[in-house]
């Protein structure tokens, strides 16, 4: 009997110990954009007047154990399922299980750089500063409009509309508010300098999503930024971090405290146009910042199906669509007048 347990126990250990095809995420660590991480400001700003803050605005994010380089085991898979702030999903939903460790972290840094430029230009742009840009147009939505009329490597210069004259683009903003004015289904002349040489392109737009148009084209962007902005965290990749960096950057160059001395908690990518994009682990993040003290949390909108019923007790959480929503949520806060914000509600 003695034996039979023994190697029983081996076999249950060594089962408990089997990599399994699952990834455990949790609620990860949580970053005040308004303070210093390893007393190092998260955020500095030079070459225009910066102001006191106060409260903080935390970013929040998810940690991801499973898939290459990091595999879990049965037990860590029933540690997740007990655990209120761990979930556990099929590892691929999780991670790209054909890519290695190194070059799922090099996507993710990639995505914070981009996801830190984002902010920057969003959030000064949303201050009435111009950022000068030039962009060129890397490729093409085989199922928009562009498809076959652009070639990688042109460079905008210009847009035309039946209802507006020709704009000149010169800011990211430039096209994106010619765009944002311009219907559904318009054809429109895109002006770009390909190879040296002006050439008019007619393109069909397509939604948007909210009244818009959208012209099907990728892009690569090189900003020339009127201020310097740094923004330094380590050990932390993906996009979800941009607007909490945004409002961070709003809120060091713009007197008065943006939160009214509150912990306001949120996630959300940041379009170049000042879009708040869904993001992944949205219910662990929401645990994360009430865990560490957060009141209020900012969630984007498209996120919302996942939100409703899932707040953490002493959370107060509000929808957004854009940065100005996101700014105008957090001035009502510091308010102490939230009724008129947007919640996520069920269907």
């Known amino acids: 009997m003695t034996v039979s347990g023994l190697a029983a126990f081996g076999l249950l250990l060594t089962m408990i110990l089997q990599p399994v ?8 660590p949580t970053f005040d954009t308004l303070g210093a991480v390893n007393d190092v400001p998260l955020i500095t700003v030079e070459g225009a007047e910066t102001y006191p803050t106060e409260g903080e605005l935390r970013l929040t994010t998810v940690t991801t154990a499973g898939g290459p380089g990091f595999p879990v085991d049965v037990g860590s898979v029933i540690r997740g399922w007990l655990s209120a702030g761990q979930k556990v999903v099929p590892v691929e939903t999780a991670v790209d299980p054909t890519l290695t460790q190194e070059e799922q972290d090099l996507i993710g840094a ?10 920057t230009v969003s959030a000064l742009t949303a201050m009435g500063y111009d950022v000068p840009a030039t962009l060129t147009i890397s490729g093409a939505d085989p199922d928009r409009g562009a498809a076959g009329a652009v070639e990688q490597g042109d460079v905008i210069a210009s847009i035309r509309t039946p209802d507006l004259p020709t704009t000149t683009i010169t800011t990211y903003a430039d096209l994106d508010d010619a765009l944002e004015a311009t219907p559904p289904d318009t054809t429109v002349t895109l002006g770009v300098d390909r190879n040296g040489v002006a050439t008019d392109v007619e393109i069909l737009t397509t939604d948007d999503g909210s009244g818009g148009s959208l012209l099907g084209i990728y892009l690569s962007a090189e900003f020339e930024f009127p201020v310097e902005v740094d923004i330094k965290i380590e050990n932390v990749g993906g996009p979800s971090a941009g607007t909490m960096f945004a409002l961070g950057i709003i809120d060091q160059m713009t007197p008065g405290a943006l939160t009214g001395g509150e912990v306001i908690a949120g996630t959300g990518t940041m379009s170049l146009g000042g879009d708040v994009g869904p993001i992944g682990g949205i219910t662990l993040k929401m645990y994360a910042a009430e865990r560490d003290g957060a009141d209020f949390f900012l969630a984007p909108a498209a996120n919302c199906g996942e939100v409703v019923g899932n707040i953490p007790d002493g959370l107060e959480v509000f929808r957004v669509a854009t940065l100005d929503e996101a700014r105008t949520a957090v001035e009502a806060i510091a308010a102490g007048d939230t009724s008129d914000l947007p919640v996520c509600t069920a269907g």
């Open 21 to 28: 095809p699952f990834a455990v995420q949790g609620a990860g």
């Open 110 to 119: 990639q995505q914070m750089s981009s996801s830190q430029e984002n902010a």
